[in-house]
């Protein structure tokens, strides 16, 4: 999980994951540069029972890559989920993932956006986060303008998967995606060429899929809902940039020089 201060944010994404009706997995907390304030609410949960842990660097500005590849080094799973800390999970995120886990399969989930009110009602505990698994608060929401994307935002029953499986997969995002630790070890992780925001993502799905993983959107399972603030857009009127995520598509290369291979023990 990347996260960059916003404690408070963080709190009630954590929340969420205490609300999880499989318990059976962990977090990492990939701190790219935070304050205090980041570690002690980690440790505030640990002592809550949620299975958790904390790396972090420096605050040399935005280097999501390097403190995810950190992440991913140090980790003893198998399979990782990418998520952020601003993205309330559905209370059956890690079971829906876990049940469309297959090997050579990267899978994402919807992420669908909170308006500026119900995310502050969750910051004042005017509202709980346990309340957005409820199809009614997500339609009223939704009539609100303080819900995107209904139709992504509800957990459909189970005979309704198979016309969702046949809807075109989307590209993955860090939000919500998840893949074996061994294939991100087959393509060395993410390209650490990319600092700042934007195209490390789609690159490492690229890169993914010349190792033979196939992407699979998991529409109607695996929801996380997040928190309205600030969005950074992506640094795409960045020449250089541009360039770059042009040059990486265009690559046979699997395996990236500049990745996580370095931060393994």
Known sequence: MSAYNDADVLQLTLSGYL????????????????????????????????????????DKGFRRTVILNKAVASSQAERIIFTDSDCIPHPCFVADHKAASRPKRLVTGPRVYLG??????????????IELNRTSLLIWLSIRKQLSKIEQAIRYPAWLLPFFN??????????????DRQDLLLVNGFDEDFLGWGGEDVDLSHRLSLVGVTAHSSLGRAVVYHLEHPIREADDGDETLTQLKQQKLNTTAAYCRNGMNKWLD
């Open 166 to 179: 046949r809807m075109k997969t989307v590209w993955p995002y860090g939000a919500n995606f998840a893949v």
């Open 19 to 58: 609300n999880q009706v499989d318990k059976d997995f962990g977090i990492c907390v990939a701190d790219d540069g935070s304050g205090p304030d980041i570690e002690q609410l980690v440790e505030e949960f640990q002592r809550k029972g949620l299975r958790i842990r904390h790396i972090w660097h420096e």
């Open 116 to 129: 500026p009110d119900i995310t502050q009602w969750l910051k004042n505990g005017d509202s709980s986060i």
